[in-house]
Structure formats: structure tokens, C-alpha cells
């Protein structure tokens, strides 16, 4: 089984921060909450000048409430992830190598050394943050390649190949 495409990161405080903060502010669910949100202060702000005072106080501040909630809840997440990857890895931050062979993607770890095995007709959806490709399972799993650390292929070949695979990516 001869790997077309190989890469490797490290599951480190900035891949977190990133992973978690595409994850809960710039996909569509996200966003819709964050407009939400600034709608509800900014109908607020408003309705002080026009209509019942205490009704633009309340919607301002849960407005504010849930913009702050959602900040606090990413970086509850970022904090907790980093704890797993850590526990389970004896304090050391988890590595991952990805291996693209013709049919599949193995992901090795250093938490799991052996590897998992995930067959390209898995592949559901990709897409591309700043510095990472997500490839994500039928069961929701992201499978992940740093572009900036690809030790064969490249990240444009890597794209090429998922498209050819008939996978849309983002």
C-alpha cells in the first residue's frame, strides 16, 4: 500500500484555537448566532431611542450575554481538549501523521501509534481554513492536514485528489 500523500501536525494550543474558533464562528451556524446576536444589541440600542426603555435594556443585555457565553464556551473548549490530548498522552502534546494512500487515509497518533483507517468513501465534506484541510467522515470525524507540513505531496495535490474522489471542498 504506497501513500500518494503524507503529513503530519501536532495537536498543539494554536491547532486548537484554530480548529475550535473556525468550528464555532465562521461556519454557517456560527455566523447565524453571531448576526443574531449584534441584531438583538443593535435592536436594543434602537428601540432606547424609540420605544419602551427597559425592553431595550433587556434584549442589549442578553445579547451581550450570549456574545460573551459563546466566547467563554470556545475557550472552555479549547482548555479541555488540550487536557484530553494531554492525559492521554502522558503531558506531551498528541502528534498525528496522516497517510493518503489510493483508497484510504490511515491516521496514526502518538496516542494511538497503530492507526485508524478511513476509506476515501468515508470522506463526506472538506474543507480549508488559514493553515489547516479538514476532511470530515459520515460520522463527523475530522480527519486533518497542517498545509504547511506535508512531507509528500503538497496541499494542492492533496485538494486535487479529494476532487477526484468526487468530494466538494470549501
Known sequence: ?????????????KFTKEYFSYH???RPAGIIITVICILA???GLINIFAYKKYLAIVTIVI???????????VKRNIKI???????SNHGNFVSVQNLVTENSIIVKSSANESGTEFEISC???????KN???LITKAKLAIVFDINNFSKGTPEELVEFI????????
Open 132 to 134: 489547516y484541510i479538514y
Open 81 to 87: 481538549s488540550l487536557e484530553r490530548d494531554k492525559e
Open 163 to 170: 476532487r477526484q474522489k468526487g468530494i466538494k471542498i470549501k
Open 123 to 129: 470522506i463526506e465534506k472538506a474543507y480549508r481554513s
Open 63 to 73: 445579547g451581550i450575554y450570549l456574545l460573551v457565553l459563546r466566547a467563554i464556551r
Open 1 to 13: 500500500m504506497e501513500t500518494k500523500i503524507e503529513s503530519a501536525y501536532v495537536r498543539d494550543e
Open 41 to 43: 444589541i443593535v435592536s
Open 24 to 26: 464555532s464562528y465562521k
